[in-house]
């Protein structure tokens, strides 16, 4: 199976569960338009895997993308195993690898609506190098050292 994206959300305010709008446009220095964690940090991109979600749903949880605040729900790739500088293809928009997982302090708005946070063992941020459009069904490929050009 090819990786791809299946769903694009966004949210108006920061630690929130996100609406998937189904396709969006990740600007780079920015992140993806018109979500609150949008903005020139090294986590303006959020992407967690579907396989996530589903292992929450295993557990009995009715949660689906955008439940956990991520940006991009991708499936049929492995993002908590991708090393800290790797680049993806996402649509047409070139990101970077910057984060894996986040430290939750206290318990988000999330956790309370879901019962449970996956995001911090298991979703990871980036910043976007290219700018480009972004759907549902879009691949989302691992470039070779040669494809992501110099590092910055």
Known sequence: ???????VCRSQKKGEKKTDVGEGYLQAGQGLLEDAHGGD???????????????MREKGLDVGPGDFAENITTR????????LGTRLQVGEALVEVTQIGKECHNRCAIYYQAGDCV?????????????GPVKRGDPVRILTPEEAGPLS
């Open 76 to 83: 049929g790739i492995d993002l908590v195993s991708l090393p």
């Open 119 to 131: 995001m911090p063992r298991e979703g990871i941020f980036a910043r976007v190098l290219a700018s």
């Open 41 to 55: 940090w090294h986590r303006m991109l959020s992407l967690l895997a579907l396989e996530s979600i589903d292992s």
């Open 1 to 7: 199976m090819k990786a791809e994206i299946v769903a």
